[in-house]
């Protein structure tokens, strides 16, 4: 059965997806871009700007799930320039201190020209 996660604490979908999906015991968390939910607002400035907001609206829908940070899994991580690599970790590492694996690319183009977008799969709490 699959159940799907909805926050207004964290952007909702800008398209025809849900912001979470659990299923088989794991959450899969579309990907988050640098919204500001209560806003509808981009987050701006630079890659640590951005990628802390992205950051908060991840720990939104995890809330929501029922697990936490710690419990992921699997990230995927989108830049706009690879040469953000290094201070978008030096946010992401603050968040995810379990060092979940994860795939890292530099992309063409984002939604609405963001800097960067992550998603993630995570383990259910019990």
Request: net charge negative; hydrophobic share 45%; aromatic share 8%.
């Amino acid at each position: 059965m699959l159940k799907k996660v909805a926050t207004d604490k964290a952007p909702a979908a800008i398209g025809p997806y849900s912001q979470g999906i659990i299923a088989n015991g794991f959450l899969f968390a579309s990907g988050q871009i640098p919204i500001i939910p209560a806003t509808g607002a981009i987050a701006e400035g630079d890659i640590t700007v951005q990628a802390k907001q992205v950051m908060e609206n991840i720990g939104e829908i995890l809330k929501e799930a029922g697990t936490d940070y710690e419990h992921v899994v699997k990230t995927t991580c989108f830049l706009a320039d690879m040469a953000d690599f290094g201070a978008f970790n030096g946010v992401y590492e603050k968040y995810f201190t379990g060092k979940p694996a994860r795939s890292c690319v530099a992309v063409k183009q984002l939604p609405k020209n963001v800097l960067c977008e992550v998603e993630i799969i995570a383990c259910m709490t019990e």
